[in-house]
């Protein structure tokens, strides 16, 4: 069990780029969660996978923000013409399949947009 | 509208003293309630969950306390180190497996 993987760890943008990160969950976990975390806050959810099934989206993921996960293992997220707003850390969470199990945290990417 | 409101922001503590941070809510539809543990540079670790049935939870140095009338949860860290240096989130969870996260508690432990 190495945990979850976040690539890259760190990303810095111009205004209006794309960006897009990688998520890797533990293994035998099939739900997968993006947050985001901005400086002294908590994690905020961004949208939840079961498997490869989109199940939830928070109104903070606004149309600009899209995640994928093809095959219900590794998720990407992507974030098209980027602000300086979306300046964050994007963390991942993978948790196993049945309810009230924990999330655990990947070490998330660090997002600048200048 | 923050779904858990956790205070307070910040928190200095000696060697050996119990810091004890503390967490309400108000939908009394979340039914776990987990602490993270965050250092700068990694993302949150669980640290101790308690559901809602359970009046207190112990593991190692840790203690969550639960008051469910009052909607209210607190964390005590018993004979604090400054190891235990961190960020500290407490969590809610709905039925579905979304959490709400509070805005954390930046503790310092003074050797």
């Known amino acids: 069990d190495t945990g979850v993987s976040q690539n890259p760890r760190h990303k810095i943008t111009k205004r209006g780029q794309n960006v897009t990160f990688r998520c890797d969950p533990i293994?035998?976990?099939?739900?997968l969660y993006w947050y985001r975390q901005t400086l002294g806050q908590g994690p905020e959810f961004l949208t939840y996978?079961?498997?490869?099934?989109?199940?939830?989206k928070s109104r903070l993921l606004s149309d600009r923000f899209s995640a994928e996960r093809p095959k219900g293992s590794f998720s990407t997220l992507e974030i098209q013409r980027t602000e300086q707003g979306d300046s964050a850390m994007y963390l991942c969470?993978?948790?196993?399949?049945?309810?009230?199990?924990?999330?655990?945290f990947g070490n998330g990417t660090r997002l600048t947009v200048t | 509208q923050q779904q858990v409101k956790q205070s307070p922001q910040s928190l200095i503590v000696q060697k050996g003293g119990i810091p004890i941070i503390n967490c309400a809510y108000e939908?009394?539809?979340?039914?776990?309630f987990p602490w993270y543990q965050q250092f700068p540079g990694k993302g949150p670790a669980l640290l101790i969950a308690i559901r809602p049935d359970v009046s207190e939870k112990k593991e190692g140095r840790f203690t969550i306390s639960f008051n469910k009338s009052a909607k209210q949860f607190s964390l005590h860290i018993m004979d604090s180190q400054p190891g235990d240096s961190a960020t500290y989130f407490c969590a809610a969870r709905l039925t579905g497996n979304q959490f709400y996260f509070g805005t954390g508690t930046s503790l310092t432990v003074i050797p």
């Open positions: 939908n009394t539809a979340f039914d776990y």
């Open positions: 969470a993978s948790s196993p399949p049945w309810d009230g199990s924990p999330l655990h």
């Open positions: 293994s035998e976990h099939n739900r």
């Open positions: 996978f079961q498997n490869e099934a989109q199940l939830e």
